[in-house]
């Protein structure tokens, strides 16, 4: 059994309309967001032990904040090829992962990452920014993971919600 969390990047910023969209940083709420999550995780214990993140500005600094309020000691890649990606680019990346590699984290985009949701789990859900899904997949090997896939979606958090319970 291996574990995957999708995690949508934190909220970003549009005020500087002159960057390109990748170079977009994180507003004050996905700064906010960001490190509650991580606490979460860390209070969930499920700390990843890798994370497979877009190369985009917002993904590194939710990544950042994530991993400093988590206390993550992992390693982190950063993948150009998950900037903007479609559901498909996920799973090529994540069935190439060593079958050492028990829980993963994949840091992200819509629609891609709802479309991964709805692939892995069968739940179509919306995924808002830092919105983190939980999902134990029934496999042994990263390589067989593949869009016949079908895991359970273990657990679901919106920051929203949990700051609603504060």
């Given at each position: 059994?291996?574990?995957?969390?999708?995690m949508r990047?934190?909220?970003s910023s549009?005020?500087?309309?002159?960057?390109?969209?990748?170079d977009?940083?994180l507003?004050?709420r996905?700064?906010r967001?960001?490190?509650?999550m991580?606490?979460l995780i860390?209070?969930k214990e499920?700390?990843?032990?890798?994370?497979?993140s877009?190369?985009?500005?917002r993904a590194?600094?939710?990544?950042?904040?994530?991993?400093?309020?988590?206390?993550?000691n992992?390693?982190?890649?950063?993948l150009?090829?998950?900037?903007m990606a479609?559901?498909?680019?996920?799973?090529?990346?994540l069935?190439?992962l060593?079958?050492?590699?028990?829980?993963?984290?994949?840091?992200?985009?819509?629609?891609?990452?709802e479309?991964?949701?709805?692939i892995l789990?069968g739940?179509?859900?919306?995924?808002p920014?830092?919105?983190?899904?939980?999902?134990?997949?029934?496999?042994q090997?990263w390589?067989e993971?593949n869009?016949s896939?079908?895991?359970?979606?273990v657990?679901?958090?919106?920051?929203?919600?949990?700051k609603k319970?504060?």
């Amino acid at each position: 059994m291996k574990t995957l969390i999708l995690m949508r990047h934190a909220k970003s910023s549009w005020k500087h309309p002159e960057l390109a969209d990748l170079d977009r940083p994180l507003n004050k709420r996905g700064n906010r967001d960001a490190p509650m999550m991580g606490q979460l995780i860390e209070e969930k214990e499920l700390t990843p032990q890798l994370i497979l993140s877009s190369n985009a500005v917002r993904a590194k600094e939710t990544v950042r904040l994530f991993t400093e309020a988590d206390h993550f000691n992992g390693e982190v890649r950063y993948l150009e090829n998950f900037y903007m990606a479609e559901s498909q680019a996920y799973l090529e990346g994540l069935r190439t992962l060593p079958d050492n590699i028990e829980r993963v984290m994949v840091v992200g985009h819509n629609p891609g990452l709802e479309g991964l949701l709805q692939i892995l789990s069968g739940q179509v859900a919306s995924l808002p920014t830092a919105a983190i899904a939980h999902i134990a997949l029934p496999i042994q090997h990263w390589n067989e993971l593949n869009d016949s896939t079908t895991g359970e979606l273990v657990d679901f958090w919106r920051p929203h919600d949990l700051k609603k319970k504060k």
